[in-house]
């Protein structure tokens, strides 16, 4: 049988989870490690769940299908499970969490989550943990290369910087305009070096990631990694891509309502 789950909880060898349907079930599993609260799993498992609470499995297979996010800020308010968050670039994201009466107003928190937000004002997350965080700082720029760990930035004051950013590799690409929190300890070193605690795109701009289904004369049909909705996304370059490349779209963050909703690219890139 399988199963899809969001992961909540990490031990040494089981995952605690929630599936699809709101069911929390303690996920037996070897490879246990290889995920994080937040990541959206497939479980393949023989079908027998004990009677236990919480109910339990042992998984055949466990696989990654989308993996998880992590944003920044300060709680600006706190109501009935769920509290209001700024993050990095002074944006509002409210934070649905069973325990945000544990929290207060100017508290600096991190909100690990599933990586799905909605497009609702303000936009929404579903909270898999949060923890208090140290005041921070944020710096903005134009990511220049990436090597394996880290990305070389080119800041808004021409500054060059270090960014050490373990999925830097994975989830960026040059030519982004990304903004980085940081502890605020920056290296001495040419170029100086800081790590990374969140990666946001500028708040200008939006991205969305996925694979072409359809191409035409001046746009293509993208289905989103994230939501796993297909949308339009117009770009005069549209033809130098094929079904079945996949691409990450930088776009104003505007969205028609249209059936399927429509965007207007300002970069293609390639990953």
């Known amino acids: 049988m399988i199963k899809f789950a969001t992961v909540l909880e990490v031990n040494p060898d089981s995952l605690f989870v929630r599936d699809n349907s709101g069911q929390e079930i303690l996920?037996?599993?070897?490879n246990a490690q290889q995920f994080a609260p937040g990541d959206y799993v497939r479980i393949i498992y023989n079908g027998a769940m004990t009677l236990s609470l919480p109910p339990q499995i042992s998984a055949i297979f466990v696989t990654l299908v989308r993996r998880g996010a992590r944003i920044c800020g300060e709680i600006l308010a706190v109501g009935q499970g769920n509290f209001t968050l700024a993050d990095i670039e002074g944006g509002e994201i409210q934070v649905n969490y069973?325990?945000?009466?544990?929290?207060?107003?100017?508290d600096?928190?991190?909100?690990?989550?599933?990586?799905?937000m909605t497009l609702s004002l303000p936009p929404q997350i579903q909270g898999?943990?949060?923890?208090r965080s140290e005041a921070s700082r944020s710096i903005c720029g134009?990511?220049?290369?990436?090597?394996?760990?880290?990305?070389?930035?080119?800041?808004?004051?021409?500054?060059e910087i270090r960014v050490n950013y373990e999925n830097a590799s994975s989830e960026l690409l040059p030519g982004q305009n990304v903004c980085v929190q940081y502890s605020g300890a920056l290296t001495r070193s040419i170029p100086p070096q800081i790590s990374a605690i969140s990666i946001t795109p500028r708040p200008s701009e939006a991205q969305l990631c996925g694979e072409?289904?359809?191409?035409?004369?001046?746009?293509?049909?993208l289905l989103d990694d994230t939501q796993q909705a297909e949308i339009i996304v117009n770009t005069p370059s549209a033809r130098e891509y094929s079904p079945g490349d996949m691409v990450c779209v930088v776009y104003s963050g505007a969205m028609t309502r249209s059936l399927p909703p429509q965007i207007?690219?300002?970069r293609v890139m390639r990953r």
């Open 27 to 30: 996920v037996y599993a070897q």
């Open 98 to 106: 069973p325990d945000a009466s544990a929290f207060s107003p100017g």
């Open 108 to 116: 600096s928190v991190c909100v690990q989550y599933d990586g799905r």
């Open 128 to 131: 898999i943990s949060v923890e």
């Open 142 to 159: 134009e990511i220049q290369s990436i090597g394996s760990g880290y990305f070389l930035l080119l800041s808004d004051d021409a500054m």
């Open 212 to 221: 072409i289904l359809v191409v035409e004369k001046e746009r293509f049909l």
């Open 264 to 266: 207007s690219a300002q």
